[in-house]
């Protein structure tokens, strides 16, 4: 079974600085990663998604890499604001067609 | 339409009652997924469907739990004599084609919070 872990649970950082955000997964056969925004009370926002053959996906202010021999992926969220409060969660999908979550990590951008 | 769509957006039942909820993909996605969230947790999958195929039921905690699809788009997912652990985000995600090496994105709706009393 997949077990897919974010780490920390929860960040809180002042506004500009550079976010890191940790996901890592215990089955490297995977098809793609997905990364996700999900503001309370909300629904989930697809950020990025890298396949398998890529090692980094970016958009905007955003970077993600995949490392899928050791079973991470990094997002990067450059100068930070306090709209980017949320909480990210990645997702990975095998063989099949289910996505397995990781719990997210809750970020906190102070002004 | 522009998204994935579900309603209610917000639901409060009695315990015993039964509840349908419900998910308009994006138009043209085949794929059409259902998950759970409860608080504090992670998402944990419940059903999915590809068009006529005959759907994965393998996450639905209980058969207190069941869903359909119409016309392979609209789907309605009903939970009978519902129970307060029943209380959660039930969110509903489509996408275009759901099997590698065609990888897409998968698209959520806003969910429906359901709380059981």
């Known amino acids: 079974k997949q077990e897919v872990t974010q780490i920390p649970a929860a960040l809180s950082v002042p506004e500009g600085e550079n976010l890191v955000l940790n996901c890592s997964f215990t089955?490297?056969?995977?098809?793609?990663l997905q990364w996700f925004r999900q503001d309370p009370g909300k629904g989930l926002t697809s950020l990025l998604l890298?396949?398998?053959?890529?090692r980094e996906q970016t958009s905007g202010r955003l970077n993600a890499s995949l490392d899928k021999s050791s079973g991470r992926s990094t997002l990067y969220i450059a100068a930070s604001q306090p709209g980017d409060s949320a909480t990210y969660l990645c997702a990975v999908r095998l063989g099949d067609y289910k996505l397995s979550f990781g719990a997210g990590t809750t970020v906190t951008v102070r002004a | 339409g522009a998204g994935v769509s579900q309603s209610p957006s917000n639901k409060v039942t009695e315990k015993g009652k039964d509840v349908e909820l419900r998910c308009d993909p994006i138009s043209g996605h085949t794929a059409l997924y259902w998950y759970r969230q409860s608080l504090g947790q992670g998402l944990e999958f419940l059903i999915y469907?590809?068009?006529?195929?005959?759907?994965?039921k393998s996450g639905l905690p209980s058969d207190r739990f069941s869903a359909e699809r119409t016309g392979g788009s609209v789907s309605t997912l009903t939970i009978q004599r519902t129970q307060q652990e029943d209380s959660a985000v039930y969110l509903c995600?489509?996408?275009?084609?759901?099997?590698?090496?065609?990888?897409?994105?998968?698209?959520f709706g806003q969910g429906t919070r359901l709380t059981v009393v």
């Open positions: 890298i396949q398998s053959s890529q």
């Open positions: 089955d490297s056969a995977i098809y793609n």
């Open positions: 995600a489509s996408s275009l084609r759901p099997t590698p090496p065609l990888n897409t994105e998968a698209f």
């Open positions: 469907f590809q068009g006529n195929s005959a759907p994965d």
